[in-house]
C-alpha cells in the first residue's frame, strides 16, 4: 500500500491564480482530512469527509472549496490564492466505525504552497 | 473549544537519556488522544493512541499515559537515540467530536 499520496509536492502561486491540491489514499479509509500547518503553529483543520458525497467545514475553511466523489480522493480546491495561503498542506485519512471513537489518521508527505 | 498545550517547545538532550514529554488539553471529555512524530519537511507519522479508558500504552522504548480527569498525557522515551529527533505532536478531539486539535509540537533534538 502506498498509504496516503499528495501532489504536488511543491508550488508556487501568484496572488489571484487557483490550484488543486491532489490527495489519494488507498487504504479504503472512509474518513479523511485536509490541514494546514504555518511555521510555529499546530496542524489546523480546513475540511473533512466522512464518505464519498460528504464534507464538511473544519476549523479554517476560508477561501477553499472540497470534493469526495469517491472513497480515494479527496482533492482541496484554493480559488484566488492569497499570501495568507501560503502554508504546508497536509491530507490525512482514518477508518471510523460508525457512532465509534476516532482512530489513528495516517498523513501524507504535504503540498508546501507560496503565494506571492 | 478543546486547546492542547505542550510544554517544552524545545528539548535537547544527550543520547541515552530518558526523557518525558508534556501535553494538556483542557476538554477532558475526550475519546482518546495521540501522539505523533514529524521529521522535518515530512508527514505525520502515528505513534500512539491511547483510549480514554487505558491509562498507559507502549511500544518499543515509548510509553504514553492519560489522566484524563487533570487533562494531562505525557509521552516517555527511554535510551533516547539521535534518530529520535523530532517534533513530537499530541493531539485530542474536543467532546463528541472527531476532529482532532493539535498541540504546537515539542522539538526534540537528541545530541550524540
Known amino acids: 500500500n502506498a498509504g496516503v499520496t499528495q501532489t504536488p509536492k511543491f508550488r508556487i502561486l501568484k496572488i489571484g491564480q487557483s490550484m488543486t491540491l491532489q490527495c489519494t489514499q488507498d487504504?479504503?479509509?472512509?474518513?479523511m482530512y485536509w490541514y494546514r500547518q504555518d511555521p510555529g503553529m499546530g496542524l489546523k483543520l480546513i475540511y473533512y469527509?466522512?464518505?464519498?458525497?460528504?464534507?464538511d467545514k473544519g476549523e479554517v475553511p476560508n477561501g477553499y472549496n472540497v470534493s469526495r466523489s469517491t472513497t480515494e480522493d479527496f482533492p482541496l480546491r484554493l480559488e484566488l490564492a492569497a499570501p495568507s495561503q501560503t502554508s504546508v498542506y497536509f491530507c490525512a485519512s482514518s477508518y471510523q466505525l460508525a457512532g465509534g471513537p476516532p482512530d489513528t489518521q495516517y498523513f501524507g508527505p504535504g503540498t508546501r504552497l507560496t503565494v506571492l | 473549544k478543546q486547546e492542547v498545550t505542550q510544554i517544552p517547545a524545545a528539548l535537547s538532550v544527550p543520547e541515552g537519556e530518558n526523557l518525558v514529554l508534556n501535553c494538556s488539553f483542557t476538554?477532558?471529555?475526550?475519546?482518546?488522544l495521540q501522539w505523533f512524530r514529524q521529521d522535518p519537511g515530512k508527514g505525520l507519522t502515528s505513534l500512539l493512541l491511547?483510549?480514554?479508558?487505558?491509562r498507559e500504552q507502549t511500544s518499543g522504548r515509548l510509553n504514553a499515559s492519560l489522566d484524563k480527569s487533570s487533562g494531562r498525557s505525557t509521552l516517555y522515551i527511554a535510551a533516547s537515540q539521535p534518530g529520535d529527533s523530532a517534533t513530537y505532536l499530541c493531539?485530542?478531539?474536543?467532546?463528541?467530536?472527531?476532529?482532532?486539535?493539535f498541540g504546537k509540537g515539542t522539538k526534540l533534538s537528541v545530541i550524540p
Open positions: 491511547i483510549q480514554s479508558s487505558q
Open positions: 469527509s466522512v464518505g464519498a458525497g460528504i464534507t
Open positions: 476538554d477532558s471529555a475526550i475519546y482518546n
Open positions: 493531539a485530542a478531539p474536543g467532546a463528541g467530536s472527531y476532529q482532532l486539535t
Open positions: 487504504m479504503n479509509h472512509n474518513y
